[in-house]
C-alpha cells in the first residue's frame, strides 16, 4: 500500500489545466447564450408553434396512405433511390482513389496530393453540391444522384484508407517475396481483406445519404424535400405531419436494416 500511495502522490497534478480548460469551457458557453434573443420572438409565435405540433399529430392520411406521384410512399421511394444509386457510384469511384492514398500500397507523393484532393472534395458541404448540379442538370433527381456520388467520394474514400491501412502486411510481404506485381497483391492479398469492411463502410454511407437525400430535397434536388418545404411555406401542417411521419418510419427502419447487416459483417456472419 506504501508503494501505491507514494506513486499516487507523485502523480502528476493538473489543476491549472483543469482550471484553465474549465474557465475557457465557461467562456465559450455565456457567450453562446448571448445568441438567444427573445425579443425576436413573435407574439403569435406561440400559438403558430402550438399549430404546428397540433398539425404534425394529425397528419393528412389521404396523402400518407396514397399511391401517387405526390403521394408519401412515391416520394420515399424516389428518396430511396437517389441515396442508392448516389451510394453506389461513390462507392465504386472511391476504390480507386482509397488505393492511391493508401501509403503502404503506392509511394508516399502520390498517397499525399490523392489526400490533398480528396480533402478539398469533403470540405464543400453536400447541399452547396446541390445547388451546383441543379444549374447544370436542372432540378430533379439526376441533380441529387450526382450530390450524393460525389459527397461519398470524399468520406468513403478517407474510410477506405484507414482499412487499408491497417491490413496484415504479411501477406503482402509474403506475396511480395514470390514476386507478385501490384495488381495481383490488391487483387488476392487485399481485396479478400476488405471485402466485408468495405460493404459495411457502404452501407453506413448509404444510411447517411438517405437522410442527405431529403435535405437535398428542399433546394430542388428531387425526393421528399421539397414537398416539405412547400408545406411548411404554405402553413399545411397536416401535410407535413405526412411527410415527416413516412420520413421518419423510413430512417428508423433503414437503420435497423443497416446496423444488423453491418455486424453481422464485421462479425464475419455473412
Known sequence: MNAIETQLASKPRNKRYILMTSLLLLLLFLWSLSTINLREIETQGFSVAVNIISGILQPDLELLLTF??????????????????????????????????????????????????????RTVPAIVYGLMFIRVTGPGAFAGVLTMALTSIGMLSKLYVDAIEDLDARILESMTSIGCN???????????????????????????????????????AGG?????????????????????????????????????????????KV
Open 182 to 220: 501490384t495488381f495481383e497483391k490488391i487483387r488476392f492479398g487485399i481485396i479478400p481483406q476488405l471485402f466485408a469492411m468495405f460493404i459495411s463502410i457502404v452501407i453506413y454511407r448509404f444510411d447517411m445519404n438517405l437522410r442527405d437525400a431529403a435535405v437535398l430535397g428542399l433546394v430542388g
Open 68 to 121: 401517387n406521384q405526390q403521394g408519401v410512399l412515391y416520394l420515399l421511394i424516389e428518396t430511396i433511390a437517389i441515396a442508392f444509386l448516389g451510394t453506389i457510384i461513390g462507392a465504386i469511384l472511391a476504390i480507386p482513389f482509397a488505393f492511391f492514398s493508401a501509403s503502404n500500397v503506392v509511394p508516399a507523393p502520390i498517397a499525399y496530393v490523392t489526400r490533398i484532393a480528396l480533402i478539398f472534395i
Open 224 to 268: 421528399i424535400g421539397a414537398p416539405l418545404i412547400f408545406a411548411m411555406n404554405a402553413y399545411r401542417w397536416n401535410e407535413v405531419g405526412s411527410l415527416l411521419i413516412g420520413l421518419v418510419i423510413l430512417i428508423l427502419l433503414v437503420e435497423w436494416i443497416s446496423n444488423r447487416v453491418r455486424t453481422k459483417l464485421v462479425r464475419g
